[in-house]
């Protein structure tokens, strides 16, 4: 059907998860975490591509298609909401390290 295995798109798939989980993980800015969380996401947007592009059946590969969009869908509203309280707490703690920042402790 296609000119690439299957699982050399898998294999790049699971490198860029492994890459954004290991991001989140690792880093303290949240800003880069945010980023790293996006990184996860296009790896099971791939993962959703492969898997329909090598589906037989049309009505599978739309579906798998449709996945894609409503996890771009949830990655930007993520991106929204989460930059808004990322500038929120920088406004009132003046820092953004996850560590420092707490909004339990007073």
């Given at each position: ?25 690792i880093k303290r800015n ?10 996860m996401l296009n790896a099971v ?62």
């Amino acid at each position: 059907m296609t000119a690439v295995p299957a699982s050399a798109y898998l294999t790049l798939a699971a490198f860029l998860f492994a890459i954004g989980a290991a991001g989140v993980l690792i880093k303290r800015n949240p800003i880069v975490i945010f980023m790293c969380i996006e990184l996860m996401l296009n790896a099971v947007n791939l993962t959703f591509l492969t898997f329909a592009l090598h589906q037989p059946n049309l009505q599978a590969q739309v579906a798998g298609h449709v996945f894609v969009l409503f996890v771009i869908g949830v990655a930007a509203a993520e991106v929204a909401v989460g930059l808004g309280i990322i500038v929120v707490i920088f406004r009132l703690r003046e820092t953004i390290d996850v560590d420092s920042v707490s909004l339990l402790r007073e």
